[in-house]
């Protein structure tokens, strides 16, 4: 099945710091979603773009979609030690099933 | 609230033995998932439902089997076929216009083979 790829695979940084990760993938979509999944627990939904918006914004997150480079971002400001956990893309390719990128794990240091 | 409960959280499992995991949803959703997560992986899809009495293999199945006998259920059941079965299982679920409003996830069972 096609995965999608996120990078980096591993971010560190510093409270305070804004944190980017990058999705890529590589059949159309119908939208694109990000999940954030604490240390061995379920996944979170974070927020939903679709194919034809550019840019959303959520409280400190920011994802903007290039339908035409087939890659997604998300920026989170001002980072928490809270924000500590692994990111995930999910491609809503409109068939039956959900694709998942490969996961960005974010290490917030206070 | 409404949500998906995943149980039990850990499981052990003697080699040769099949396991059943349970999901359950109050959600009304129509569509249910079952993912499977390796240390430091994505999820790979294992079996999936769009409606109760149907189910399609996800790209992962062989060694596992499921039902759809009720809206809210949906239990995953890992045989003695499944070579490698220690992992993280996930649920979903989403409603019939999946793309519109995202998914919800249980918290997940690990299981582990003893």
């Known amino acids: 099945s096609q995965q999608g790829e996120e990078d980096p695979q591993a971010l560190s940084i510093q409270e305070g710091e804004n944190a980017t990760m990058n999705c890529s993938y590589k059949?159309?979509?119908?939208?694109l979603q990000w999940y954030r999944q604490n240390s061995g627990r379920g996944l979170v939904h974070l927020i939903l773009?679709?194919?034809?918006?550019r840019e959303k914004h959520s409280g400190r997150l920011r994802v903007t979609l290039d339908t035409s480079k087939k890659s997604s971002s998300l920026l989170i400001t001002a980072s928490r030690a809270a924000d500590t956990a692994s990111y995930f893309c999910?491609?809503?390719?409109?068939?039956?099933?959900?694709?998942f990128g490969s996961g960005t794990r974010l290490q917030v240091q206070p | 609230d409404g949500g998906i409960t995943q149980s039990p959280k850990y499981l052990f499992r003697k080699e040769g033995q099949n396991v059943t995991l349970s999901c359950e949803q109050n959600?009304?959703?129509?569509?249910m998932y079952w993912y499977r997560q390796d240390p430091g992986q994505g999820l790979r899809l294992i079996y999936y439902?769009?409606?109760?009495?149907?189910?399609q293999k996800g790209d992962i199945a062989e060694g596992y089997s499921v039902s759809r006998e009720k809206k809210e259920s949906f239990p995953l059941t890992v045989t003695s076929a499944q070579k490698n079965p220690t992992a993280f299982y996930l649920c979903?679920?989403?409603?019939?216009?999946?793309?519109?409003?995202?998914?919800?996830f249980g918290s997940g069972t690990r299981l582990t083979v003893v």
């Open positions: 979903a679920s989403s409603i019939r216009d999946r793309g519109a409003y995202g998914y919800t």
């Open positions: 059949t159309s979509i119908n939208n």
């Open positions: 773009i679709r194919s034809n918006e």
């Open positions: 999910l491609m809503d390719t409109g068939r039956r099933a959900l694709t």
């Open positions: 959600l009304n959703h129509d569509a």
């Open positions: 439902s769009q409606i109760v009495n149907d189910f």
